[in-house]
């Protein structure tokens, strides 16, 4: 004994003397530790105040089944599984206290009651028996996190964006919510001192907290209304065209604001939704959108003009064995280069093209470069796509004898859709490039912390002279008869734009596909906006070109945009100007008003005040276009009952 016992005190000496330092720094590491504390994420609205992106924290409850003794766990466990059942309505009870008692078996420390739980099912369920009883008695086990949620839904979700860190710790931050985290949406995590007490418990230490500081919050340039508009009109084409994806983006002409962007792809399913940010970052061969800065470039060099005429031959020209053929395959004949553009005539613009530069193409290239074209937009958002533009200086394979003539219809040139409308744009501002605009302020509460203003890229990208050329040259693409986006027009509300249908994988026939574009701005005297709209790889069994495809979902943007938020002085040219319209809308209202069961003419009337009238009346309204009502399914004076379909053709 005497021996053991001076065993014991050599030990007890060596532990408190040689080896002491060393425990002591385990001990304090075990019982006090440093705790991050959170900051709330900022959150993300709509121009107008709408919510865009909120953090909602959200609880994930387990439960350590190796922690209640037996009796704990038999006396509470009939119950909380009567509770399980109650709670989710899925299974029996039996189901759940089959499942536990398996889980307890096979001594699992973290079987998953339930998971994403907002605040007040999380109170709810952590009141059921043995979740209730303290964590050290009942095994009771609460991961909290904060999870990101969109209130709009599938609507501008990945421009919203957010920032995600993967298992491996790679940090994924796309959109706006991913390119202004760091600088505004994180806030400062705090941090709590606590110490481990009995039973496994931790006790905060007062005196030793930092504060987390949240986040601010970012107010987007993004129009919920606008927003809506032009996610429904793509949609709808993309639905009806069996197209793989496409984008649509609206933006303000004189501040370069954003106010819709919508980026659809379709899944396995042939379903829609928010994929990839293609108008950020696809880049791709424009076709003959690009027409305009091919144009816009030979007028500022003052090498081409709009009265000049160019033999389109045949439909076909060849260049060093290659062909460029209009869809016409008969050819225009002699035409200006006026016609040419608003005929989109490829055989047109490349032989005014090419004959102006063909003996020194570096200065074509050099003009493109002066109006920007080349250069990224420098967007805060990740993944902007290249702008390509060969050059014949430049030795990377780009540029050959072909490269000139097949630049100037859209050809080995390559933009990402919002390069496209910001040149557009500026044609639009008069020659003044801005940058697109995604924000327009940082708020903490009601104060302003940081304001966004416009950011000017070029002040003038070419001559006052030469843009009033180009912009009377989309108007005409609209207007006139034989310009290709003629079928677009409408005398109720004036745009300007141009056609584009480019094809895709091209070098393999058998892959062959196509890309839709329209790209312009409305009003077409007075531009309030400007917008582009990019269909990829519609069914060719439907159709393919750019004034069937992309063109009705620009007029359906621009003209839905008109009637519901009115932009111009021209609010007469929006009202039935026909007297016996009107006096037949009156007496019908007030029929209307009185029976409720007489179908009345709205063929003529806006689409906005037909469908108010017969939803007043009970009616359900299918509407199929926009603009005017043309032709209604139900007669004018049959009898009606609450609640029944009439379709509405628009035009």
């Given at each position: 004994m005497f021996i053991l016992g001076v065993a014991v005190m050599v030990k007890l000496a060596n532990v408190q003397f040689v080896h002491g330092e060393k425990y002591r720094a385990k001990a304090s590491k075990r019982i006090v530790q440093d705790f991050v504390v959170p900051a709330n994420r900022g959150n993300v609205y709509s121009a107008n105040g709408n919510l865009l992106a909120t953090t909602i924290p959200k609880y994930n409850i387990r439960l350590d089944l190796m922690t209640p003794k037996a009796s704990t766990f038999e006396g509470n466990l009939v119950a909380l599984?009567?509770?399980?059942?109650?709670?989710?309505?899925?299974?029996s009870s039996g189901y759940y206290q089959k499942k536990l008692r398996k889980a307890r078996a096979n001594k699992n420390r973290g079987f998953l009651i339930a998971k994403n739980l907002g605040y007040s099912d999380y109170l709810r369920v952590t009141s059921f028996p043995l979740l209730s009883e303290k964590p050290f008695i009942g095994g009771l086990v609460v991961e909290p996190k904060a999870k990101r949620e969109h209130p709009m839904g599938g609507i501008a979700q990945r421009t919203i964006g957010y920032e995600r860190i993967d298992g491996q710790g790679h940090l994924t931050r796309p959109g706006i919510d991913g390119a202004f985290g760091v600088p505004y949406l994180r806030g400062t995590d705090g941090k709590s001192t606590k110490q481990q007490i009995y039973g496994g418990e931790w006790k905060l230490i007062e005196h030793n907290q930092i504060e987390p500081e949240d986040g601010y919050d970012v107010y987007t340039t993004i129009d919920v209304n606008i927003q809506d508009i032009a996610h429904h009109a793509l949609l709808k084409q993309l639905e009806y065209y069996k197209a793989d994806h496409g984008c649509a983006v609206v933006m303000e002409t004189k501040t370069g604001e954003v106010k819709a962007i919508v980026n659809l792809g379709r899944n396995s399913e042939g379903k829609y939704y928010e994929r990839r940010n293609y108008a950020v970052w696809e880049s791709h061969e424009p076709g003959s959108t690009f027409k305009l800065m091919a144009v816009t470039a030979g007028l500022e060099d003052k090498v081409i003009d709009t009265s000049d005429v160019?033999?389109?031959?045949?439909?076909?020209?060849?260049?060093?064995?290659?062909?460029?053929?209009?869809?016409?395959?008969?050819?225009?004949?002699?035409?200006?280069?006026?016609?040419?553009?608003?005929?989109?005539?490829?055989?047109?613009?490349?032989?005014?093209?090419?004959?102006?530069?063909?003996?020194?193409?570096?200065?074509?290239?050099?003009?493109?470069?002066?109006?920007n074209l080349h250069d990224s937009l420098g967007l805060p958002i990740k993944g902007e796509g290249k702008a390509i533009i060969p050059d014949p200086r430049i030795k990377n394979g780009?540029?050959?004898?072909?490269?000139?003539?097949?630049?100037?219809?859209?050809?080995?040139?390559?933009?990402?859709?919002?390069?496209?409308?910001?040149?557009?744009?500026?044609?639009?501002?008069?020659?003044?490039?801005?940058?697109p605009q995604f924000l327009k302020e940082v708020k903490q509460f009601d104060k302003t912390i940081v304001p966004f203003k416009k950011e000017v890229i070029n002040k003038r990208i070419c001559s006052e002279e030469t843009v009033k050329k180009v912009k009377q040259l989309l108007k005409n693409v609209v207007e006139k008869k034989h310009g290709t986006g003629h079928r677009l027009y409408s005398k109720n509300f004036s745009m300007a734009g141009k056609t584009g249908t480019c094809q895709k994988d091209y070098r393999d026939k058998e892959k062959l596909n196509y890309i839709s574009s329209f790209a312009g701005f409305f009003p077409a005297d007075d531009p309030k906006y400007s917008c582009i709209v990019v269909i990829h790889e519609p069914d060719k069994t439907v159709g393919y070109y750019g004034a069937d495809?992309?063109?009705?979902?620009?007029?359906?943007?621009?003209?839905?945009?008109?009637?519901?938020?009115?932009?111009?002085?021209?609010?007469?040219?929006?009202?039935?100007?026909?007297?016996?319209?009107?006096?037949?809308?009156?007496?019908?209202?007030?029929?209307?008003?009185?029976?409720?069961?007489?179908?009345?003419?709205?063929?003529?009337l806006p689409a906005m005040d037909a469908v108010a009238l017969l939803e007043n009346m009970g009616l359900k309204v299918d509407l199929r276009g926009a603009g005017m009502v043309k032709k209604q399914s139900i007669s004018k004076g049959q009898k009606v009952k609450k609640n029944q379909k009439v379709v509405l053709e628009i035009s």
């Open positions: 599984c009567d509770s399980l059942s109650d709670f989710f309505g899925k299974h160019v033999d389109t031959e045949n439909g076909r020209i060849t260049f060093y064995g290659k062909h460029v053929r209009d869809s016409n395959r008969r050819g225009y004949g002699k035409i200006s280069v006026s016609e040419a553009f608003e005929l989109s005539s490829n055989t047109g613009i490349v032989r005014a093209i090419y004959d102006a530069y063909k003996d020194k193409p570096s200065k074509f290239v050099d003009r493109l470069y002066a109006m780009r540029w050959s004898g072909i490269a000139l003539p097949w630049m100037a219809f859209g050809y080995g040139v390559s933009f990402t859709p919002l390069q496209n409308l910001t040149f557009y744009n500026a044609i639009a501002n008069n020659g003044e490039m801005v940058k495809v992309s063109g009705p979902v620009f007029k359906s943007i621009a003209q839905k945009i008109f009637i519901d938020t009115p932009i111009v002085d021209e609010l007469d040219s929006m009202e039935v100007k026909h007297g016996a319209v009107i006096e037949e809308f009156e007496d019908y209202y007030q029929l209307a008003q009185k029976h409720k069961t007489i179908m009345p003419n709205v063929v003529g």
